[in-house]
């Protein structure tokens, strides 16, 4: 059974950090691409960052790049986002993906609220 857990949400300051992980199970994690995604009220769901599956490629959207940071570690099937100068714009509930064609896989979301 394919199992995607994110933690690591919850309401931070303007500025603050927080760091997101995804617990993966039921697939062969090392060879999948890893994907962070956010979704805030009213909008579309966006890409905020990805990363390849042995880890040696990474992207990120326009609005946290500088900010945010992806990882993963294989051996023990998680990935990461280390969210760092967080604004207000930042809220949102963010997902975790997995994805080699032609599978891709969701967790549930964890809510990140950036607010004073």
């Known amino acids: 059974q394919v199992q995607l857990v994110e933690s690591g ?11 997101l ?3 993966a199970s039921g ?3 090392s060879t999948y691409a890893m ?3 956010r979704q805030a009220p009213g ?17 990120y959207a326009d609005s946290v790049q500088g900010r945010f940071t992806i990882s993963r570690d294989n051996a023990k ?7 760092n100068s967080l ?10 993906n997995a994805a ?3 599978d891709g896989y969701w967790g549930q979301g964890t809510q990140v609220t950036v607010s004073s």
């Open 43 to 59: 909008k579309e769901r966006e890409l905020v960052a990805g990363i390849s599956s042995v880890g040696g490629s990474t992207k």
């Open 35 to 37: 994907s962070w995604y």
């Open 100 to 102: 080699r064609r032609p």
């Open 9 to 19: 949400g919850g309401l931070v300051q303007p500025g603050g950090s927080l760091r």
């Open 87 to 96: 604004k207000p714009e930042d809220t949102a509930v963010y997902y975790c």
């Open 27 to 29: 697939f062969t994690f």
């Open 77 to 83: 099937n998680t990935v990461y986002l280390q969210m």
């Open 21 to 23: 992980s995804c617990a």
